[in-house]
């Protein structure tokens, strides 16, 4: 059996009103990496960088939401609610909580989170060391971060957290392909 990673990315709508964080993990057995990098690189195609959900039209991200369900692998989704304007960070802390706990839960023991700031990240990694008191006395896991457009099994969490937030703002067309193999949790992020 192959050994499990995960990958993460993001995707939020801040509202006063409401609002959410979507955290996404793709569970990639490493058997698997260089076949499904292979597969993202195609799906992006002769640009440069890396492939973003937010500059795709609707087809490629139709195209690309059946892709990523082709893969037939495991994503968990981790939807933080409510988010009012500038709480991100906090919407963002919860459902990575969340997700330590449910990945650790089928095998994982590494994810790797999109980076973002320095300041940020290490808020992530004091968050993971957090969330690890919850494990099991012993548990191994381990937070890394990497840029986008260095790791294209990013751009598979980038994808799902996508195709979740246009689900939450009503259109399902990019949720659907993937509704058999997300595994969604609601995170309460009220104080």
Not at 16 to 40: C, I, K, S, T
Not at 60 to 82: M, T
Not at 133 to 152: I, S
Not at 160 to 168: N, S
Request: some cysteine; hydrophobic content about 45%.
């Amino acid at each position: 059996m192959s050994v499990l990673q995960a990958f993460a990315d993001e995707s939020f709508h801040e509202d006063d009103g409401g609002g959410f964080y979507v955290l996404a993990a793709a569970v990639l057995p490493a058997d698997r990496h260089a076949e499904l990098r292979q597969l993202m690189l195609d799906l992006r195609g002769p640009r440069s960088g890396k492939l973003h959900w937010q500059v795709l039209t609707e087809v490629q991200r139709r195209d690309a939401a059946k892709r990523v369900a082709d893969f037939d692998e495991l994503h968990f989704v981790a939807v933080g609610s409510p988010v009012p304007v500038r709480r991100q960070e906090r919407g963002r802390a919860l459902c990575l909580q969340r997700l330590v706990a449910e990945l650790h839960g089928v095998g994982v023991e590494h994810l790797v989170a999109e980076g973002r700031t320095v300041q940020l990240n290490a808020r992530d990694v004091r968050t993971v060391q957090q969330a690890r008191f919850m494990l099991p006395k012993g548990a191994r896991f381990r937070l890394d971060h990497m840029l986008g457009v260095d790791e294209p099994l990013l751009w598979v969490s980038d994808i799902v957290a996508g195709a979740v937030r246009a689900r939450l703002h009503g259109n399902e067309t990019f949720f659907e392909p993937l509704a058999d193999c997300v595994l969604e949790l609601q995170v309460g992020t009220r104080t």
